[in-house]
Every structure is written in structure tokens, then in C-alpha cells.
């Protein structure tokens, strides 16, 4: 195994609160009230810690992470140590001056997540009306404040047809950048399956209307595209491969490799308010789990793709292949891979049924 080097960024999770209803949100289906979250010393002491581990770059989501009224001191807490802020949010909590405040405070970046690019879209999606108005004002505080922003464009069966004018809507915010990924199934979205997944020739329409415009604007709009793995021939790293080079914290604590890890049986994690953060990122046993390429079986273990993609998702290959040390079924190498295209074809051509919405204390 190679050796462990400092990771380059964290996901900090700041609170499961959100005014939004999401389908698809990456969030657990048991989410996090209020009175568990970290308070504002513990990730002041996180983020001194992350400094020190080498860390470059911390992404501030939830949830909704403008909920907390502390976001501006954890900002200038980062930006005192030189640690590149991202600010990831619905849009949809700010008051009219808060991103002059965080701007002021040192924020380097934002994304806004528009669940539609028509409005109609938007607050179906999110199950709140008036949403999509509010993630526009967003926006635009942003660019007049002076912050780059990208817009993020969580892409399924209800809008996939809507990604020209995706395009447009960031053009027209004056974005940097715009982020067309499909959505990945895990939390509520893997809930929500049936109901987002789109169909092959819907994906591949978009996929080339994507390239065709991100050609076109070349130098004017960055736009990064992010496939459905249902659809893949290959996986993709998890967030660069398990716990290599970033983690994530949840609200109350919690160092995980990703999202949806604490889906795997048997994980055991340790909490950045209570053990230094250095020690887990060296020793955390979760951490080290899938960390690599020691623990794969074959085919991934003697195959050319095991250092670019490590495995793919442990997650999925727990919930479609029933061991997370399997070959995610995202592969075509995968015994499994079959199912995985089964399942999307099937979904697809199905009515889609109503959403599971997504909420704190939501029976499930």
C-alpha cells in the first residue's frame, strides 16, 4: 500500500437542517435533530486541527449550513489559517445580506443547488414554493458580492430534459462554473430510486448536448459533468477513493469516508469532538477499511484500473452486491454489473411514483 500522505480536503457537514425536501438527498435517512450538532468551539477546534493535518480546502454543507448562525466565525476561522472555504447551500435560508457577511468573513467560494432550472421545477423538487426565487437572490448576492459561483445541477428522470436551460440559467447568473451530475443513489435518493431514475437514451442525449456546449463555452463557462453510475461502463473513486486524500464530517462529529459509509455493517467511527483529528486520519479503522488496494478480491484486485478508480463505491457494492469489499456493480467487470443495468432499465420504463420526501423525523 502506498503510503499515507495528508489528506487535501473535508466535507464539514455542519447541520441535517434544511427548509428543503429534497428526494435525493445524499443525507442519512435518520438524520440529525439540532441538540446533536457540534457547537461552535468544537469545529473552531476541528478546523485548527485540519489546519495543522495539512489540509487545503473546506467544503461547509448540510443540510443547509446557512441555518447556523455561527457560519461566519467558522468561515474567519479558516480563512486565519489559509484554508480554502466552499460554501455548498440551497439557497433558499440566506437573508439579503448574509453573502456580503460571509464574503467579508473570508468565503473563497460558493455553489448553489438549483433543483430545477424552471421555477416550477424547483419548488416541486423541493417541495417549497417560492424556492427557486430565493436560490436566484442567492446567487446573485453572491456575484455582487464579489464571490465565484458555481451552480449545481443534481440531474434525474423530472429535469433531465431541462439541461440547456441549465446552462443558460448559470450564463445568466454570471456563474464560473455549473456542475451537471446525476444523481447518485444513495441516502433518500436510493429511497427515491424509482421515482428519479432516467432513462439510457435520456442520459446519453444530455451527455452529448453537454459536451457540445461545454466546448461552445470554453473559457466562458467551466461545466463538469458526473455520469450515472447505473448507466457506467467503469466506476468512479470514491470521493478520490476511500478516505485517500479527504473525508467528511457529519454534524455531530463523525469521521467518515463518505456519505453514505455508516450504510456498511460493522463500521466503527470516531468522533473529531473527542479523539485529535491527526490520530484518526492515521488510525481510524474505518478510515483504513477500503483505504487503498489491499482489501480487494478480484477482479479488482489484478486489474489496470485498481489505482484510478480503487474499487468504485463500497457503499453500492453493499447495497446491490451485498459485501461492500465486492466489485462495485458499476463495473462491467462485476458479476453483478448485469443487475445494476437491470434495475436502471426497469426503473426507468416504470411509472414514476410519488417522492419520500425528505425531513427530519420522516417515517421511513
Not at 434544511?18 to 445524499?26: D, T, V
Not at 459533468?225 to 454534524?251: E, N
Not at 483505504?291 to 478480484?298: A, C, P, V, Y
Request: proline content about 6%.
Amino acid at each position: 500500500m502506498t503510503a499515507l500522505g495528508p489528506p487535501i480536503g473535508m466535507l464539514a457537514e455542519l447541520t441535517h437542517r434544511c427548509p428543503l425536501q429534497c428526494p435525493y438527498c445524499s443525507n442519512p435517512l435518520d438524520l440529525l435533530k439540532a441538540d446533536r450538532e457540534l457547537k461552535t468551539d468544537q469545529w473552531l477546534s476541528i478546523f485548527e486541527q485540519a489546519a495543522d493535518l495539512g489540509i487545503l480546502q473546506v467544503h461547509l454543507s448540510g443540510g443547509e449550513p446557512m441555518l447556523r448562525p455561527d457560519l461566519p466565525q467558522l468561515i474567519s476561522a479558516l480563512a486565519t489559517r489559509g484554508i480554502y472555504s466552499n460554501l455548498i447551500t440551497a439557497g433558499a435560508s440566506g437573508k439579503p445580506d448574509a453573502m456580503a457577511r460571509l464574503a467579508e468573513a473570508g468565503l473563497d467560494h460558493v455553489q448553489v443547488s438549483f433543483q430545477g432550472a424552471l421555477a416550477e421545477t424547483t419548488d416541486l423538487i423541493a417541495n417549497m414554493k417560492g424556492a427557486h426565487g430565493k436560490k436566484l437572490e442567492t446567487a446573485r448576492a453572491a456575484t455582487s458580492a464579489g464571490l465565484p459561483v458555481t451552480v449545481n445541477a443534481p440531474i434525474h428522470r423530472r429535469n433531465i430534459g431541462e439541461v440547456a436551460a441549465f446552462i443558460a440559467l448559470a450564463l445568466d447568473l454570471g456563474a464560473e462554473r455549473l456542475e451537471v451530475a446525476n444523481v447518485q443513489y444513495y441516502g433518500w435518493a436510493y429511497l427515491n430510486r424509482p421515482a428519479l431514475m432516467p432513462g439510457r437514451d435520456e442520459v446519453l442525449r444530455m451527455a452529448d448536448l453537454v459536451e457540445r456546449e461545454r466546448e461552445r463555452l470554453r473559457g466562458v463557462l467551466a461545466i463538469d459533468f458526473v455520469a450515472p453510475d447505473y448507466y457506467a461502463r467503469y466506476p468512479k473513486a470514491c470521493m478520490g477513493g476511500w478516505a485517500r486524500d479527504a473525508f467528511m464530517i457529519t454534524p455531530s462529529g463523525a469521521v467518515m469516508p463518505c456519505h453514505a459509509a455508516a450504510s456498511i455493517p460493522g463500521l466503527a467511527f470516531d468522533n473529531a469532538a473527542t479523539r485529535p483529528l491527526a490520530e484518526i486520519w492515521e488510525h481510524s479503522s474505518a478510515l483504513q477499511a477500503y483505504r487503498g488496494t489491499d482489501w480487494m478480491k478480484e477482479p479488482c484486485r489484478t486489474c489496470d484500473r485498481r489505482e484510478i478508480d480503487f474499487g468504485g463505491c463500497r457503499c453500492q457494492a453493499m447495497v446491490i452486491a451485498g459485501e461492500a469489499a465486492a466489485t462495485d456493480p458499476a463495473c462491467s467487470k462485476s458479476p453483478h454489473h448485469g443487475r445494476m443495468v437491470e434495475l436502471a432499465t426497469t426503473e426507468a420504463s416504470a411509472q414514476s411514483p410519488d417522492y419520500i420526501y425528505r425531513r427530519i423525523g420522516a417515517a421511513v
